[in-house]
Structure formats: C-alpha cells, structure tokens
C-alpha cells in the first residue's frame, strides 16, 4: 500500500526563519510528487516534481525529490506570516485515476 | 484560470437525511474527485470519476454515492446522513494527459447533527 509520511506534523517559526518540510513515501508505481499549500480554504498547487534532483523554485519556495531515498523536502527560505498554512505532500497513484495520495500534512505557523 | 465550484461553503443536515455535494469545473476535465478531510486523517478519497457516467471507489466509499451525468458536474451524495460524516469535503478536477495536478474547490464543511 502506498504510503506518504509528512514531517514534522506542526512547525512554529519567526518572522525571517527558514523552514524546511519532509515527504518521505512508499509507492509501488510512482508517477509524481506534488506540494500543495492550504490556509483556510482550498489546496493550492505549488510543485509537481517526477525527476530526482532537479530543484524546482518559486520565490522563496523551493523543492526537489529523491527517488533514492523516497523523500522530498520543500523549503521556505525568509518566512512570512502569510506563510503560515497546512503544507500537504501527496503521490499520484495511477491506480485510481491518478487520484493524490496525501499526507496528513505539516501545520506551519509564522509568528511576527 | 481553471474554476472548481462547489455548491455550499457551510452545510448542516440531521441524521438520516440524504444530502447531495455538487461540484462543477468549467476546464473540460476529464477525471473528478471527491476527498474528505479530518484533523489527524488528512485527505481520503472517497470516489472518482475517469470521464462521464463513469465512477470508481476509492479507499472510503462506505456511505456514499456518486453521479457523473454531465463532464463539468460531479455530485456526492450520502444516502443516510450519519455524525460521522460530519467532515470537510473536497472536490477536485484533472485534465487527463501526463499533468498530475489537480484543482482543488473551496471545500463544504458537513455537520450532521
């Protein structure tokens, strides 16, 4: 059974911090991994990674995978409140239609 | 910009009643979902859907139901309402192709009393 462990489950920073969020998973036919940033209403993409190694960047937000090891991390460099959300890993699973396959998520918090 | 409405942002049945979620995308998306999200749990699919008139369970299908008559629309629906389906639930949208991204609806949070 495919399997999406996030890290850590809450995180509380300041204002200026780097953060850095873990996805480790199992999965038997991988196809791609994606972030999605949560506040108090719908996900929001924010990567979809399929190669290992190669770092995708959006402002301060960056992320790269690890096919080797199963893992991937996002990073949030010089945080800002608006920051502060539910950052959600998932796999995609080509056994349900490409449905996504969560984590339960890493409650972020940035405090001013 | 691609648009996933859901019908109610905020929603409050009895036990026993049966309540419908309608979700509609305006992109021409073949494949549709149906997640709910708890504290704890995260997001679970419930169904799925590849393309019209066609539907698949997903891993907590136990409860509810699902229709997909026209592309942009699909509907959950839970046949007898019970308290613990009280719960976020999120519809989402893909256009089919080698893109996994999906998009996500503003979510309908279900309290059943």
């Known amino acids: 059974e495919d399997k999406v462990v996030q890290s850590p489950l809450s995180l509380v920073v300041h204002e200026g911090d780097t953060v850095t969020l873990n996805c480790s998973y199992e999965?038997?036919?991988?196809?791609?991994l994606l972030w999605y940033k949560q506040e108090k209403k719908a996900p929001t993409f924010l990567f979809m990674l399929?190669?290992?190694?190669i770092e995708k960047k959006s402002g301060r937000l960056s992320s790269i995978l690890d096919k080797k090891e199963l893992f991937s991390i996002l990073n949030i460099t010089a945080t800002q409140t608006g920051d502060s959300a539910i950052y959600l890993c998932?796999?995609?699973?080509?056994?349900?239609?490409?449905?996504?396959?969560f984590g339960k998520g890493t409650s972020l918090l940035v405090t001013p | 910009d691609v648009k996933v409405t859901q019908s109610s942002r905020y929603l409050v049945k009895r036990t026993g009643e049966k309540v419908f979620l309608e979700c509609v995308q305006d992109m021409d998306h073949e494949n549709m979902f149906w997640y709910r999200q708890d504290p704890g749990l995260g997001l679970r699919l419930i169904y799925f859907s590849y393309d019209v008139k066609m539907k698949e369970k997903g891993d907590i299908p136990e409860g509810y139901s699902v229709s997909r008559e026209k592309k942009e629309r699909f509907s959950l629906i839970l046949e007898s309402a019970s308290t613990n389906q009280t719960s976020m639930y999120l519809c989402?949208?893909?256009?089919?192709?080698?893109?996994?991204?999906?998009?996500f609806g503003p979510g309908t949070r279900l309290t059943v009393t």
């Open positions: 998932a796999l995609s699973n080509s056994n349900s239609g490409y449905a996504l396959n």
């Open positions: 399929t190669s290992s190694g």
């Open positions: 999965v038997t036919n991988f196809r791609s």
């Open positions: 989402a949208s893909r256009l089919q192709g080698n893109s996994y991204e999906q998009y």
